[in-house]
């Protein structure tokens, strides 16, 4: 029988094959009451399956050598889960202290640490929850006596290129482990847009379909499978006719992707002259490799939130520090523009505090990004004086997220003087006119745009938080995520206006959000006047194929036509035309 699930486009493509059904560890265990004298026992036992993922971890960054950077950084992230003392040690004190088998001491404790994780407002940070449990399941796996990952078999005459991997999840250890095999795509239950699952497919340049909910358990072994990565449709034994179509729609679409690669070392400019700089977001400093890769000219927005994942503790001056000049050295020269922490006020970083005597009850409005900054000074100071130090070994930009009032901007320029000084008195080398911008994702920052732009150097749209604040949209809450719309005239109303207010005053402004990813939205955006765009690698290509065949001068009369229209059947239209 043929059926159609639905999904979450990740990364982009066709593949069509044979699914292979990946089994998993459940975290579903027995609450076991153990003698006084078999404690220390069961506490050992704790240990050694500790020791055992430590291990396989270890052996299995040695073995990457020749594999994507991405692959290397989550190994590390999982490995800096497993020390964590909320993993590693307290399981060992609830096994003393209620006398349980360390299997269901070690779950107790991941939920607490998944809860934690899953109250972040920030969709990045929300998803590292699959993380925590990607780890706990493998130490699972040691304790039951079920080590290893499942082997990948092929059938007689299935080659390993036609298999597509069916998971309920996938951690980076379980993509480790096939990385030299070539399977065609792979689809799983759980995960998001920035799930490593998401992040390693788009590394591998493999077509993938996220957030199935119950794929596992509806396809079986062996079913003939089509993955469209582009639209986040998974067909499951489909007819002779469906096939044909996607056959064609896949070669079309290997044939554009060839001809895209040609385009790697052209200049970004348009038909009339006009040079457009295409950057790339990232995310962990393993993605450097593949922004090169794809084109960049620059790193448009780094997130530093990886770095604050899953702590005890802050993590050290020097420690962000390496992972700065570890961008920076690695873009050879091309800027990078480091945004500050991104962090919304949780238990995570305080457990003991509330606001006003109660916890937040809308963490979205709240104490967060550049307001938390402020308000934790030290923090603070310890970031900026990492990225200072770090800007001597390259172009470094500095970003600072959610500024809405001038005071706020007042106070961050003079916690950035507060370093420089605290570096200068060290005799600390650093970039004295390191450049500072502001993200605009914030409607009062769109409006007020002269207050930004009388202070800073630069601005940056983050058009999926502007949107959101916009429309009071939540893209995460299916219940109203059919609302969220790029092409409601208030949106293009703000980054017309902000793009035009930059303008005039020449302050570069750029756009990081998904809009700029968008090759549909590519002339829409150059027509307002955009000229730096910042996206993921993997789509640079596609946007500067656009660009390419762009006339800036003709496009710029247009837009002001489309953006006259308020019903957005008309907007779509003149899109439509934008795009002919």
Known sequence: MSFTLHGLPVSGGIAIGQAHLMSHATLEVSHLHIAPRQVEREVARFDAALAEVRDEFASLKDRMQHAPGEFGAFIDLHTMILADPELAETPKQLIRERRCNAEWALVQQMEVLVGQFESFEDQYLRERSYDVRQVVERVIKELVGQPGRMALRTGKGVKEEDLIVVAHDLSPADVIAYKDHHFAAFVTDVGGSTSHTAILARSLRIPAVLGL???RQLIRDKEVLIVDGTRGVLIVNPDARVLDEYRLRKSQIELERSKLRRLKTAKSSTLDGVDIALHANIELPGDVANALDGGAEGIGLFRTEFLFLDRGDMPTEDEQFEAYRTVVKGMGGRPVTIRTFDLGYDKDLHPEKVVGDRMQSNPALGLRAIRLSL???????TQL???????????????????????EIDQSLAAIERAKSSLRGENVAFDEAIEVGAMIEIPAAALAVGLFLRRLHFLSIGTNDLIQYTLAIDRSDEQVAHLYDPLHPAVLMLLAHTIASAEKVHIPVSICGELAGDASLTRLLLGMGLRQFSMHPGQILSVKQRVMQSNCSELAP?????????????????LEKLNG
């Not at 229209?565 to 008309?570: A, I, N, Q, V």
């Open 213 to 215: 909910h119950n794929a």
């Open 375 to 381: 308000a934790e000074v030290n923090m603070f100071q």
């Open 385 to 407: 004086r990492a990225i200072l130090r770090a800007s001597r070994h390259g172009k470094i930009k500095l970003l600072i997220p959610m500024l809405s009032q001038a005071h």
């Open 558 to 574: 247009l837009v002001r036509r489309l953006l006259r229209h308020e019903e957005p059947g008309k907007i779509r239209e003149q």
